[in-house]
């Protein structure tokens, strides 16, 4: 199962609409989940609405959240979305051979016992979360909070039986011809995440529509090929040593 989970805090102002680029990623078989992050003031009506609708494009759902509440929120979505996929595909297996509309039409014995298997579906299938990080000005306040939330949401991932994987990008990049940039390729290692966010140069624009074009290429080219490392012991960091991670980053 596949998933792309935009942070942002505003509309998008560059390039090619959000709410295409979100379409054609669900076409792809990649669902689009948006967390909308504001503080002080409101996200404002075009704001709103262009999350609202980047998500439903996408498959997915959108949440307009505090700070405080993103951490939770993130989990929530990803698991949500895995239930929500298995469900859909279960109700369709359901239609095709016993034409029923849903596993709620089945006989009570055989509904708990459906049900059983969604719950463990839930929990071995494999998924891959890719993380874009508006990275635009406004977002700089709010950067801690979103470090918080995709660490807590990896270590989560790791608590299921299935293999789960985490990319992380952050857009807009560091030039024009680079409107998002890839962190961290498919990792399971909660530490590599980490080390992201403490030098990330915050930009202007907000290039969603490319940067969300950018992250469905990405799972074209690399499905199926995740890196799973073993935990190693602790030691100082040499001057490359950059742990698989990008270490240009200007303050």
């Given at each position: 199962m596949n998933q792309i989970l935009l942070v942002t805090d505003g509309g998008s102002n560059v390039g090619e609409s959000p709410v295409i680029a979100a379409a054609q990623a669900f076409a792809d078989g990649i669902v689009v989940n948006v967390a909308g992050v504001v503080d002080e003031g409101n996200i404002g009506e075009h704001g709103a609405t262009e999350i609202a609708e980047i998500a439903r494009a996408g498959g997915g759902m959108s949440r307009i959240v505090t700070s405080r509440q993103l951490s939770q929120t993130v989990q929530m979505m990803t698991r949500q979305t895995v239930v929500g996929t298995i469900r859909q595909a279960v109700n369709q297996e359901l239609r095709q051979l016993f034409g029923v509309?849903?596993?709620?039409?089945?006989?009570?014995?055989?509904?708990?016992?459906?049900?059983?298997?969604?719950?463990?579906?839930?929990?071995?299938?494999?998924?891959?979360?890719?993380?874009?990080?508006?990275?635009?000005?406004?977002?700089?306040?709010?950067?801690?909070?979103?470090?918080?939330?995709?660490?807590?949401?990896?270590?989560?991932?790791?608590?299921?039986?299935?293999?789960?994987?985490?990319?992380?990008?952050?857009?807009?990049?560091?030039s024009d011809r680079e409107p998002c940039v890839m962190d961290c390729s498919w990792t399971d290692q909660a530490a590599r995440i980490e080390a992201l966010f403490g030098r990330l140069r915050m930009r202007g624009t907000t290039p969603t529509g490319p940067a969300l074009a950018r992250v469905t290429e990405f799972f074209r080219e690399t499905c199926g090929k995740i890196m799973s490392e073993p935990v190693q012991p602790s030691a100082p960091n040499r001057r490359d040593d950059t742990d698989g991670v990008r270490s240009d980053y200007v303050v």
């Open positions: 509309e849903s596993v709620a039409a089945l006989p009570p014995a055989k509904r708990a016992e459906v049900v059983q298997v969604m719950e463990d579906l839930g929990e071995t299938s494999d998924l891959r979360v890719a993380l874009l990080i508006d990275a635009s000005a406004s977002m700089k306040p709010k950067l801690a909070a979103v470090a918080e939330a995709i660490r807590d949401l990896t270590l989560s991932l790791q608590a299921r039986a299935g293999q789960s994987s985490v990319a992380v990008f952050h857009f807009p990049g560091d």
